[in-house]
């Protein structure tokens, strides 16, 4: 059974930074892609960044690019999420999701593992 087990989230002030990890456990394979999605108040899930199986190809949602970094580290079964420069928009509850594939994938339907979620409020 695969869990994925978030954690580092929190209050931040605007400008602050916050690291987001995601423990998973249950396989020992790499080839799995991972993400970062969050869902605000009111609003659907959307994704925030991907990374494919060897972390050497990365996405990032337009509204994340040059703030958030996403990262693996394959050995220890981890995936990071920093972000830099948060804003009031970046209030969400935070999900690492994964799927077999060895590409970046952005839809959320292909992901067969969450995340409990992890709230991020950034105060306006």
């Known amino acids: 059974q695969v869990q994925l087990v978030e954690s580092g989230g929190g209050l931040v002030q605007a400008g602050g930074s916050l690291r987001l990890s995601c423990a998973a456990s249950g396989h020992t394979l790499s080839n799995y892609a991972k993400g970062w999605f969050r869902q605000a108040p009111g609003k659907e899930r959307e994704v925030v960044a991907a990374?494919?199986?060897?972390?050497?190809?990365?996405y990032y949602a337009d509204s994340v690019k040059g703030r958030f970094t996403i990262s693996r580290n394959n050995a220890e079964n981890m995936v990071y999420l920093q972000m830099n420069s948060l804003r009031a928009e970046g209030t969400a509850v935070y999900y690492c999701?994964?799927?077999?594939?060895?590409?970046?994938?952005?839809?959320?339907?292909?992901?067969?593992?969450w995340g409990q979620g992890n709230q991020v409020t950034v105060p306006s």
């Open positions: 990374v494919n199986w060897s972390g050497g190809r990365t």
């Open positions: 999701g994964e799927r077999q594939g060895l590409s970046t994938y952005t839809e959320e339907d292909g992901y067969a593992y």
